[in-house]
């Protein structure tokens, strides 16, 4: 009897040290088959994180693209606001020299008429009018 109760013993751990193991296995399998499971979400997860990601990247380019175009046409109208500029400057520049030729015209022919003794230069007088 002694023989069977030391052989119940040593089966009994053998069947508990299965089960330990039997327990281990089932948990990393069970890890495994959800890692097994869930890499392809992962993979698409990413996928679909990159492709956003390039869309994004995408669209600041082209923002960059419509920023320097608007650049370059605010350059040249500059430029060309400049050249009027310029052109204004040398028409009133023009201007102001033949102001300047016509008041000393003026002045010379006012006082060639006060040398002459005609004190109504720079009055209307009736043939001046017309009449």
Same mark, same amino acid.
């Given at each position: 009897m002694e023989s069977t109760r030391i052989l119940i013993q040593k089966v009994g &751990? *053998? %069947? *508990? /040290? /299965? *089960?330990? #193991? $039997?327990? &281990? =296995? #089932? &948990?990393?399998? #069970?890890? $495994?088959? %959800?890692? $097994? +499971? =869930? #890499?392809? =979400? +992962?993979?698409? *997860? &990413?996928a679909a994180r990159l492709a956003i990601e390039a869309a994004e990247t995408a669209r600041i380019a082209q923002m960059v693209v419509n920023l320097e175009n608007k650049i370059d046409r605010l350059t040249d109208e500059v430029d060309r606001l400049a050249a009027t500029s310029e052109q204004i400057s040398g028409t009133l520049e023009k201007m102001d020299t033949h102001i300047a030729q016509v008041k000393t015209a003026l002045r010379r022919e006012k006082g060639h008429e006060y040398a002459a003794g005609d004190t109504t230069a720079g009055r209307a007088t009736p043939e001046s009018q017309g009449a």
């Amino acid at each position: 009897m002694e023989s069977t109760r030391i052989l119940i013993q040593k089966v009994g &751990r *053998q %069947i *508990q /040290k /299965k *089960q330990e #193991a $039997f327990q &281990r =296995l #089932a &948990r990393e399998s #069970a890890g $495994f088959s %959800i890692d $097994f +499971f =869930l #890499a392809p =979400l +992962f993979y698409y *997860q &990413r996928a679909a994180r990159l492709a956003i990601e390039a869309a994004e990247t995408a669209r600041i380019a082209q923002m960059v693209v419509n920023l320097e175009n608007k650049i370059d046409r605010l350059t040249d109208e500059v430029d060309r606001l400049a050249a009027t500029s310029e052109q204004i400057s040398g028409t009133l520049e023009k201007m102001d020299t033949h102001i300047a030729q016509v008041k000393t015209a003026l002045r010379r022919e006012k006082g060639h008429e006060y040398a002459a003794g005609d004190t109504t230069a720079g009055r209307a007088t009736p043939e001046s009018q017309g009449a």
